[in-house]
């Protein structure tokens, strides 16, 4: 069974640096497409970004391109998101999930989030 755990969110200024990180145990990692989605509140969670199990970026969310990129180290099972001139709308909790398939299941795991407040 999978289990990730996300970390690294916190409070920080407009402008501000995150990196997020998602630890991922059980299965093969190496194998897995993985990705992040947020969720702000009263909104839907929406997927921010892609990557493939050899290190492909195949999705960014146009309202953070040029600002996050998500990268994963195989040999430590972890996926990171690095996130620059970060903005108020980016506050959301932040989720990262993985899947053995080319496209996200109902039945692939979440992680329990790690929450981004963005604020002055």
């Known amino acids: 069974q999978v289990q990730l755990v996300e970390s690294g969110g916190g409070l920080v200024q407009p402008g501000g640096s995150l990196r997020l990180s998602c630890t991922v145990s059980?299965?093969?990692?190496?194998?897995?497409?993985a990705g992040w989605f947020r969720q702000a509140p009263g909104k839907e969670r929406e997927l921010v970004s892609t990557?493939?199990?050899?290190?492909?970026?195949?999705y960014t969310l146009d309202s953070v391109k040029g600002r996050f990129t998500i990268s994963r180290d195989n040999a430590k099972n972890t996926v990171y998101l690095l996130m620059n001139s970060l903005k108020p709308e980016d506050t959301a909790v932040y989720y990262c999930?993985?899947?053995?398939?080319?496209?996200?299941?109902?039945?692939?795991?979440w992680g329990q989030g790690t929450q981004v407040t963005v604020s002055s």
């Open positions: 059980g299965g093969s990692f190496e194998t897995y497409n």
């Open positions: 999930r993985t899947t053995s398939s080319l496209v996200f299941r109902p039945n692939d795991a």
């Open positions: 990557i493939t199990s050899s290190g492909d970026i195949t």
